[in-house]
C-alpha cells in the first residue's frame, strides 16, 4: 500500500499557498504510507542556462552536519564555477549556471554518499524516511510555493525503507514519478534499459517504470505516446502519477487495482489515492469529484 | 430522539458506529445523519435494526458493509467495498461509487445514481443492485444468486463465470465473460426490470434492456474444452 497525492493550482494567489494546501493532504495519506514520503514541487523554470539540484546528505557520515559551505567551495576550486545553496539540514538545493552533467559527475565522484534526488529548471525534490507529518516538518512543506506537485506516502513492499528508496523517483530532468502498487516485471524492464546506457540507483520496481518513461520521452516521444507505451510495456498493478515541468499526468492499471480520486474546480486539480485526503481544500464540496478510469490517460497543464 | 445528528469533524466515527451497534437498536432512534465524513472508511458498518441514516457527503471504503435492515443514504460517493456483504436492507449512493460495489451482498437493495467501478456485484450471492450509470470490468464476477440492473454500460468480461446471478443491461456491453451470454426478455424478466427500477426510483423502459445469465457450460469441467470458452 501508499498513498498519492499531487496538487495543479491555476491562481497566483494558490500558488503562494501550494504547500499549505498540500501537507493536509500528505498527512491525510499516512495510513497508507507510514514509512517514508516525499515531493517533487514544480516552481517557475529557471533561465534557459542554469539548473537546480536537489541533494540530500542523510546517507553521509555527517548527515544533516554536511558541510554545504565547504561543497560551494570545492564546486568553485574545482569546476571554477558560482553556486547557489539553499540548505535545509540534510537537504539542499544547488543552483548552477553551466551544463549540470559535469556537476552531477563531480559530486558523484568526490562525495559518492550525497543523494542526487533531482536535476532540472523547475523541479525541487524532497525525500526522506519518516511518517508524512515528520518529513513535512523537517523540510517545512507547508511553505512551499509552486505551480503543481507531487507526492507520495510509502508503505515499502518491493525494497528496503531507505530514504532513496522512498518516492518520488525522477530519472532525466525535470521529470518525476510516484507510484502505488507493484510492477511484476521491473526486472525485465530494467534488462532492456541498461544495455542503453541508463543507469540505475535502486533495486526499487518504481526507478524502472520512471527511467521508461524518461526514456521514451528523451527518444521523442510526447506525454501520451510515452504512457501509451508504458501501458504496453509495464506489467503489474499501479496508479502512477507523473509531473513534468507544466504538467500532472495519471494513469490506472487496467485492472484499477489501486486507487485514485481527482478533485477539479477552477482553481485547482487535486488527486490523491483517496477522498481523505481531499476533504480540506477550498470549496471542495463544490468541485467535480470523480474517479479515474483505469487504462486512460489525465494529463493536466500547469 | 427520534433523529439525531453526527458530525465527523467533532466525534470519531468509531463513537458513532459503536452507538449504531450497542445504544441505538434499544432507543426509538429512527434517523441518523452523518456529516462531514470526509471519506472516512467504515461509515455505518455492521448495523442490524431498521433507521434511516444519512450520510452528507463523501464516504471512503465499506460504507454500510454487511448491513441488516438499514437504509442508508450517501449523498456524495463511495469509496471501495460500499454495501459490501449487505444481508439486508437498502444502501443508496447518489454519487458515484467505486470498485467491489456490493460484493457478496447476499440480500437488500443497493443503488448507486452514477456509475460503478470495476467489479461491481463481484460474487453477489442474492442482493440485488441497480446502477443508474455504467459499470467498470469484471462486474458481477462469479455472481451466484441476485440480479443487477445497470441502466448505462457494462465495461468488459461482464458476468464472467456468472453462476444463477441474472444481469440487466440497457447500455452498450464491451464484451461478455466466460460462459456469460445474452438471452430473450421473458414477461418475468420485464417484470423484474420494472419493479427493480420502481424500487431504485429510477425512469427507464424495461423493455430496452437485455438479459445476460449464465450458459452453464461451466458448471461441470470439461476435459476437452483445452481450456476455451
Redesign the interface.
Known amino acids: 500500500m501508499c498513498g498519492i497525492v499531487g496538487l495543479l493550482v491555476k491562481s497566483p494567489a494558490l500558488k503562494a499557498r501550494l504547500g499549505e494546501l498540500m501537507v493536509p493532504m500528505l498527512i491525510g495519506m499516512t495510513e497508507r504510507g507510514p514509512d517514508s514520503a516525499g515531493l517533487a514541487v514544480f516552481t517557475e523554470p529557471l533561465a534557459e542556462g542554469e539548473r537546480k539540484i536537489s541533494l540530500y546528505s542523510g546517507l553521509t557520515d555527517e548527515g544533516a552536519d554536511f558541510n554545504w559551505l565547504g561543497l560551494g567551495h570545492e564546486l568553485k576550486e574545482h569546476l571554477g564555477i558560482e553556486t547557489k545553496m539553499v540548505v535545509q539540514g540534510n537537504h539542499a538545493v544547488l543552483t548552477v549556471s553551466i551544463a549540470p552533467e559535469p556537476v552531477k559527475r563531480w559530486i558523484k565522484e568526490h562525495h559518492p554518499k550525497l543523494h542526487i534526488l533531482s536535476t532540472g529548471r523547475a523541479i525541487d525534490l524532497y525525500k526522506d524516511i519518516g511518517t508524512p507529518s515528520e518529513v513535512s516538518n523537517r523540510y517545512d512543506f507547508k511553505h512551499l510555493t509552486g505551480s503543481h506537485l507531487v507526492g507520495h506516502t510509502r508503505m515499502a513492499t518491493e525494497s528496503a525503507v531507505t530514504p532513496d528508496r522512498a518516492h518520488p523517483f525522477t530519472a532525466g530532468e525535470d521529470f518525476c514519478l510516484v507510484h502505488n502498487g507493484s510492477l511484476s516485471n521491473p526486472y525485465g524492464v530494467r534488462r532492456m534499459l541498461e544495455p542503453r546506457g541508463i543507469k540505475f540507483e535502486t533495486d526499487n520496481d518504481t526507478e524502472a517504470a520512471c527511467r521508461f518513461l524518461e526514456w521514451r520521452l528523451r527518444e521523442g516521444d510526447d506525454l501520451e505516446t510515452a504512457l501509451q507505451k508504458g501501458f504496453e510495456e509495464l506489467d503489474g498493478f499501479y496508479t502512477f502519477l507523473m509531473g513534468t515541468a507544466d504538467k500532472l499526468a495519471l494513469i490506472r492499471d ?3 487495482c489501486k ?1 485514485a ?1 481527482v478533485a477539479e474546480n477552477d482553481d485547482y486539480v487535486a488527486i490523491a489515492s ?7 481544500l477550498p470549496d471542495i ?1 463544490n468541485a467535480r ?3 479515474p ?2 487504462e486512460e490517460m489525465y494529463v493536466w497543464t500547469a | 430522539m427520534d433523529s439525531l445528528n453526527f458530525d465527523l469533524a467533532e466525534i470519531p466515527l468509531r463513537t458513532v458506529n459503536t452507538f449504531l451497534h450497542k445504544e441505538a437498536p434499544g432507543q426509538s432512534v429512527k434517523k441518523v445523519v452523518i456529516t462531514n465524513p470526509d471519506g472516512a472508511h467504515n461509515i455505518a458498518v455492521g448495523l442490524d435494526f431498521p433507521v434511516d441514516i444519512e450520510v452528507v457527503g463523501h464516504a471512503g471504503y465499506y460504507a454500510g458493509g454487511m448491513n441488516k435492515t438499514a437504509s442508508i443514504t450517501v449523498t456524495g460517493s463511495a469509496g471501495t467495498g460500499v454495501a459490501e456483504n449487505m444481508m439486508s436492507g437498502r444502501v443508496h449512493v447518489k454519487g458515484f461509487a467505486s470498485n467491489g460495489a456490493g460484493a457478496s451482498a447476499h440480500g437488500g437493495l443497493l443503488v448507486i445514481d452514477g456509475d460503478a467501478g470495476l467489479r461491481c456485484g463481484i460474487s453477489l450471492k442474492g442482493g440485488d443492485i441497480v446502477v443508474g450509470g455504467s459499470v467498470g470490468s469484471f462486474s458481477a464476477f462469479m455472481a451466484q444468486a441476485g440480479r443487477m440492473v445497470i441502466c448505462g454500460d457494462a465495461g468488459d468480461a461482464l458476468g464472467d463465470s456468472l453462476y444463477e446471478a441474472v444481469l440487466y443491461v440497457k447500455g452498450n456491453i464491451k464484451s461478455l465473460g466466460a460462459d456469460a451470454q445474452i438471452e430473450p426478455m421473458s414477461a418475468a424478466d420485464l417484470a423484474t426490470v420494472k419493479e427493480l427500477l420502481a424500487a431504485a426510483g429510477m425512469d427507464h423502459d424495461p423493455k430496452d434492456f437485455k438479459r445476460v445469465a449464465s450458459a452453464r457450460s461451466l458448471y461441470h469441467w470439461n476435459a476437452d474444452a483445452n481450456q476455451e470458452y
Not at chain 1, 483517496?274 to 480540506?280: C, T
Open positions: 487496467p485492472f484499477a486507487p480520486v483517496e477522498f481523505r485526503s481531499l476533504a480540506h464540496k469529484v470523480f474517479e478510469a483505469p
